[in-house]
């Protein structure tokens, strides 16, 4: 089940790590987030090295829906709300930051980068709508109700973001990555103050960037706390129509539409990892109904880092870690926060003022409804008793049948049937 990403590009290959190495910066992390970091690193002279377990875009990078956006949803009225009107501004600006740094970027590189307008939509709740709009209007942003779209079912109306964008994810990266310092199949096995241990040699590092999409260092920040995960599933569907835009429900449980040459995808789906959802099933359900000629190109899934407040963690790893830094909890954005995690986390490392730090900080308050529901979920898996269970923290796996996957509905830990590992904070393999 490749994604179409997979299947149109070609990725250039890097030889693995082979001796102990010294650098000035460690980035751990093959991603978009990772690559990114170690470019704009490199754009500053700054002297770094990548190490990737597997392949460069091999994760969670392969199976976005690549949309470049800064409409996170309806999540301007929430920010203002929960964060105050000038953090809520400058979560806004970077992420148009972020933006225009991928347009300055992609105008060199072939990697089908295409300006679209981005629209969140409700099917019922007009008043949410209007709530997010007079946030993005405090904080000066020019958005635009849409009173009618070229969905296939009825809405009360979409926010509509101008300028935004989208492309393949693969293709950018196969193309800024050509000149990088990157090693391929490189596990990081151990992180030390100031060093980490591979299957390949010891990275001596003054400092470090974790970009694993989940951080795997349990002993700091308490990540298996402020995060969860979630997965969603994308049919790419011919003889579809040109949806000219990018669309996304409000609703957490709803569905995306974004085009691609002559593809339709189609999002949605979504549940907590280990936990039952749509799936597939429901994808081809609303194909079916609403696209009754469709022909399936492509299908897949992805899974994403949430928060406990909806913004990222960017920045130091802890407050007891002055050299480690992280870059994690998307939520759903992967492409603009992994653009702004790197604008971001290159500053802190070369000394200069970014006044987003506070915003995306990894040890701002924790105290949020979500901290109790992650705790409630862990306890329920570490006292289920059954197995197999998850080596990351030992909590029962769920069985995926859609996927055929061992799952864990604690903290998203994946495995293959045989007990090969997926998708991490696990770091290795379980017996099944």
Same mark, same amino acid.
């Given at each position: 089940? =490749?994604?179409?990403?997979?299947?149109?590009? @070609?990725? !250039?290959?890097?030889?693995?790590? @082979?001796?102990?190495?010294?650098?000035?910066?460690? $980035?751990?992390?093959?991603?978009?987030?990772?690559?990114?970091?170690?470019?704009?690193?490199?754009?500053?002279?700054?002297?770094?090295?990548? $190490? /990737?377990?597997?392949?460069?875009?091999?994760?969670?990078?392969? #199976?976005?829906?690549?949309?470049?956006?800064?409409?996170?949803?309806?999540?301007?009225?929430?920010?203002?709300? /929960?964060?105050?009107?000038?953090?809520?501004?400058?979560?806004?600006?970077?992420?148009?930051?972020?933006?225009?740094?991928?347009?300055?970027?992609?105008?060199?590189?072939?990697?089908?980068?295409?300006?679209?307008?981005?629209? *969140?939509?409700?099917?019922? %709740?007009r008043r949410k709508l209007e709530q997010e709009l007079e946030a993005l209007s405090r904080l000066g942003f020019p958005a635009e109700l849409a009173e009618s779209t070229p969905l296939p079912f009825p809405t009360?109306?979409?926010?509509?973001? !101008?300028?935004?964008?989208?492309?393949?994810?693969?293709?950018?990266?196969?193309?800024?990555?050509?000149?990088?310092?990157?090693? /391929?199949?490189?596990?990081? &096995?151990?992180?030390?103050?100031?060093?980490? *241990?591979?299957?390949?040699?010891? $990275?001596?590092?003054?400092?470090?960037? *974790?970009?694993?999409?989940?951080?795997?260092?349990?002993?700091?920040?308490?990540?298996?706390?402020?995060?969860? @995960?979630?997965?969603?599933?994308?049919?790419?569907? /011919? #003889?579809? !129509? =040109?949806?000219?835009?990018?669309?996304?429900?409000?609703?957490?449980?709803?569905?995306?539409?974004?085009?691609? #040459?002559?593809?339709?995808?189609?999002? +949605?789906?979504?549940?907590?990892?280990?936990? @039952?959802g749509g799936g597939w099933q429901e994808l081809e359900g609303l194909a079916k109904k609403y696209y009754p000629k469709a022909h399936e190109a492509a299908r897949w899934a992805t899974q994403d880092c949430m928060?406990?407040? +909806?913004?990222?963690?960017? +920045?130091?790893?802890?407050?007891?870690?002055?050299?480690?830094?992280?870059?994690?909890?998307? #939520?759903?954005?992967?492409?603009?926060?992994?653009?702004?995690?790197?604008?971001?986390?290159?500053?802190?490392?070369?000394?200069?003022?970014?006044?987003?730090?506070?915003?995306?900080?990894?040890?701002?308050?924790? &105290?949020?409804?979500?901290?109790?529901?992650?705790?409630?979920?862990? *306890?329920?898996?570490?006292?289920? !008793?059954?197995?197999?269970?998850?080596?990351?923290?030992?909590?029962? &796996?769920?069985?995926?049948?859609?996927?055929?996957?061992? %799952?864990?509905?604690?903290?998203?830990?994946?495995?293959?049937?045989?007990?090969?590992?997926? =998708?991490?904070?696990?770091?290795?393999?379980?017996?099944?």
């Open positions: 089940m =490749d994604s179409i990403w997979t299947k149109t590009a @070609q990725m !250039p290959h890097f030889s693995p790590l @082979q001796e102990d190495l010294n650098t000035n910066v460690l $980035v751990i992390g093959g991603g978009m987030a990772g690559i990114l970091c170690a470019y704009l690193l490199s754009q500053a002279g700054v002297d770094y090295a990548l $190490v /990737e377990a597997d392949r460069i875009g091999g994760g969670i990078t392969k #199976n976005t829906t690549a949309k470049i956006t800064s409409q996170h949803g309806l999540i301007y009225s929430r920010l203002i709300r /929960e964060f105050g009107q000038e953090r809520a501004r400058l979560y806004l600006d970077i992420n148009q930051t972020a933006l225009k740094r991928y347009r300055t970027l992609c105008r060199n590189i072939d990697c089908d980068f295409e300006e679209k307008d981005a629209y *969140v939509f409700s099917t019922s %709740d009360v109306g979409a926010v509509r973001f !101008p300028r935004q964008a989208q492309f393949h994810p693969l293709k950018f990266i196969a193309a800024i990555s050509k000149e990088l310092r990157i090693f /391929e199949h490189t596990k990081v &096995l151990e992180v030390r103050p100031g060093k980490a *241990v591979t299957n390949g040699g010891a $990275v001596s590092a003054e400092k470090i960037i *974790v970009a694993t999409h989940f951080p795997f260092l349990n002993k700091h920040g308490c990540y298996f706390l402020k995060l969860y @995960q979630h997965r969603s599933y994308v049919l790419a569907l /011919e #003889n579809t !129509p =040109d949806m000219d835009g990018m669309y996304v429900d409000e609703d957490k449980k709803g569905v995306s539409f974004r085009n691609y #040459n002559h593809l339709l995808l189609l999002g +949605g789906g979504s549940h907590r990892t280990g936990k @039952q928060t406990l407040d +909806g913004a990222p963690y960017i +920045g130091q790893y802890s407050k007891h870690t002055p050299s480690l830094y992280v870059a994690s909890g998307f #939520n759903k954005w992967g492409m603009t926060s992994s653009m702004t995690a790197a604008i971001i986390l290159t500053d802190l490392i070369l000394g200069r003022e970014n006044p987003c730090v506070d915003v995306f900080s990894p040890s701002r308050t924790i &105290l949020r409804p979500q901290l109790a529901v992650n705790g409630m979920a862990s *306890v329920l898996g570490l006292f289920t !008793p059954t197995a197999p269970r998850c080596p990351h923290m030992g909590c029962a &796996l769920k069985y995926n049948s859609q996927e055929h996957s061992w %799952d864990c509905p604690c903290h998203g830990s994946r495995f293959e049937e045989d007990g090969t590992l997926i =998708d991490n904070p696990a770091t290795g393999n379980k017996e099944i």
